[in-house]
């Protein structure tokens, strides 16, 4: 192999990576510009409107702002670790944007500019899941490493979350797998495709898996109404406490990095990533094509990024045992249960509708065995 | 002794029974345990607010909040008819404040002055320091001439804290120009002024004072 050979091999890589790099903290920076806009919104308030054009400036004010911060470190930390925590947490955050398409990029890719980091890897979905629960190891080191009880009590129980939530996070996932018969998402998303484009995505045909790997993968974000890890009313700020400045910017860039990671993985898994009627399905070399997919692919991820920020006002939050509770009672059995009658359906390869229809069923018939179980509970305890 | 409890300890023993009382979950129906519908409802809302309802910020600088008349802001040091200074330096407010925040030095007023000659006393200097007061309105409560208002000007800013202490020429200042914006405060058009104030007292073929609306 020569030089010119490394290079061609190198330099799609390299614009990938760059392209990643230099767009996640701007997005950071925007998303929380959007969240604000949306939160006035919500709230029949105007939101940041002063710097700029509709306050488009606010966001880089406010990243300047933050940069100058005077940096503070407490007397009473484990300083290697308090510093190392943030960090981990955003490169784990990066890092798993390494196996996600942000644009159209066939099953087969061989050569050229391209729209993901590491094109073709066979485990792709695997290596994502594996690095974003690192995640909470930034997490957990940032709350120890405060030495203060709030972050401790934040950083464990964003740890028992994030165990509890990665179970039917897995468990939705290897439905989809399953139907692809891949654990690439190139061809997962290749095989959502249709003749007219929207008939072919695995939230026709998964619903429940959908909402089950959505619900999921809120909690793994940590945001409301998961956010307990660090909900101001209980826990100061929770892990993030005794976080400041930077620091505190990486926790924050962490987590809206998570939150895009989040709606690209839904895009792509459910929502049949950059497949829309009238798009042509398959990923050619035209460039006009291939930018009205990475449109229909983006719009779809704005969409489930807003969706997720106006989720934050409409629900309440929920209670520690509460969310035990939903994960191991609620989620778990049934994202198993969809997954075995799932598997049985797809070994005897009939059609597709069987799945739909057994979504329903599941989720019509947890509903009625929690009401059925709510009704019927009566407290034993007697009065002491 | 093995005898029978007294009424009043069964009641005793009965309301002891209650202290203990356990919040059970409310029970949830079918509709409920599915969560979406309920999840649905809240976005619902919330894009009714998004969309539907009318913004409430008010763009504050350019948009300036109506205060209402019986607001307590900066203080202005009232005129009389003749624009002379109206207090009569009885120390009053001065001792009704509960900030300490006025600082009255009297002078006996100049006598040789034909304009003075129906007054003994005025404030030779009368300074209040407005970040220390609370706004209470004691001060125009004690006064037995009503000399001394709050008016509705609410945004009081300044560079210093020396800036922040009024003098006397700055709170006769406000009062020209509150009484040329007209926006007395309620208080002075009340018609229930002390008796120092009143009209008689004073020279009757005078104009009223700039402010004194029905009073006067
Ligand atoms: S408003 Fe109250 S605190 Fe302020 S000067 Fe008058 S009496 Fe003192
Ligand atoms: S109470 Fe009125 S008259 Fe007396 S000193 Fe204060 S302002 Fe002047």
Not at chain 2, 65 to 87: A, F, I, Q, S, T
């Amino acid at each position: 192999m020569n030089w010119y050979e490394i290079w061609t091999e190198l330099w799609p890589t390299l614009i990938a990576i760059g392209i990643i790099l230099a767009v996640v903290p701007v997005v950071g920076l925007y998303a929380t510009f959007v969240e604000r806009k949306l939160a006035a919104a919500v709230q029949d308030r105007l939101g940041p409107n002063r710097v700029g054009p509709f306050g488009m400036f606010q966001a880089i004010a406010d990243g300047i702002k933050i940069f100058l911060k005077e940096q503070i470190i407490p007397s009473h930390v484990h300083t290697f670790v308090y510093m190392l925590a943030p960090c981990i947490s955003l490169m784990t955050a990066m890092f798993a944007l390494v196996v996600l398409p942000y644009g159209p990029t066939p099953v087969n890719y061989d050569g050229g500019l391209r729209f993901v980091v590491m094109p073709g890897l066979d485990i792709s979905l695997l290596i994502m899941f594996a690095i974003s629960s690192l995640s909470a190891y930034g997490i957990i080191l940032g709350g120890w490493a405060s030495n203060n009880k709030y972050s401790l009590y934040g950083a464990i129980r964003s740890c028992a979350q994030f165990i509890s939530y990665e179970i039917p996070m897995g468990l939705s996932v290897i439905g989809v797998i399953l139907v692809a018969g891949s654990m690439n998402i190139e061809t997962i998303v290749a095989s959502q495709s249709s003749g007219d484009g929207i008939s072919g995505w695995n939230l026709w045909w998964q619903p429940l898996a959908l909402v089950i790997f959505f619900t999921s993968a809120l909690a793994e974000t940590n945001r409301l109404p998961f956010d307990l890890p660090e909900c101001e009313q209980e826990l100061v700020g929770g892990f993030h406490t005794e976080y400041g400045g930077i620091k505190f910017v990486l926790f924050f860039l962490a987590e809206y990095t998570h939150v895009v990671t989040v709606s690209f993985l839904t895009t792509l898994l459910f929502f049949g990533g950059w497949h829309f009627p009238g798009v042509p399905s398959e990923v050619t070399a035209s460039y006009g094509i291939l930018a009205l997919q990475m449109l229909v692919l983006l719009v779809k991820v704005c969409g489930v990024v807003c969706f997720i920020m106006l989720l934050r006002w409409a629900l309440p939050r929920f209670r520690f045992d509460q969310l035990m509770g939903l994960a191991w009672k609620g989620l778990i059995p049934l994202a198993m249960l969809n997954l075995v009658f799932l598997a049985v359906i797809e070994s005897l390869e009939w059609h597709r509708w069987p799945l739909a229809v057994l979504s329903v069923v599941l989720f019509v018939a947890a509903g009625y065995w929690s009401a059925w179980q709510s009704q019927s509970f009566v407290r034993k305890a007697s009065v002491a | 002794m093995s005898t029978a409890e007294t009424p009043v300890t069964q009641v005793e023993k009965k309301q002891k029974k209650k202290t203990v009382q356990w919040g059970d979950d409310p029970k949830i129906g079918f509709v409920e345990a599915l969560y979406l519908p309920a999840i649905a409802g809240g976005i619902a809302t919330a894009l009714k607010h998004a969309f539907f309802k009318k913004r409430s910020t008010a763009q504050y600088p350019e948009q300036k909040p109506e205060m209402p008349p019986n607001y307590r802001g900066v203080h202005r040091l009232n005129r009389d008819e003749e624009g002379r200074v109206k207090c009569v330096a009885c120390y009053m407010c001065q001792t009704a404040c509960p900030a300490n925040c006025i600082e009255i030095i009297a002078a006996p007023a100049p006598q040789d002055d034909p304009k003075w000659a129906n007054r003994d006393k005025f404030p030779a200097t009368f300074t209040i320091d407005e970040l220390r007061c609370i706004y209470c309105g004691m001060c125009e409560e004690a006064c037995p001439v009503d000399a001394i208002e709050l008016t509705s000007i609410y945004d009081l800013t300044g560079m210093s804290r020396q800036e922040m202490i009024f003098d006397k020429e700055k709170l006769l200042s406000v009062f020209d120009e509150t009484s040329k914006a007209g926006l007395d405060p309620v208080r002075t058009n009340r018609g229930a002024l002390g008796p120092a104030s009143e009209k008689s007292l004073q020279s009757a073929d005078s104009p009223p004072p700039p402010g004194r609306g029905k009073h006067g």
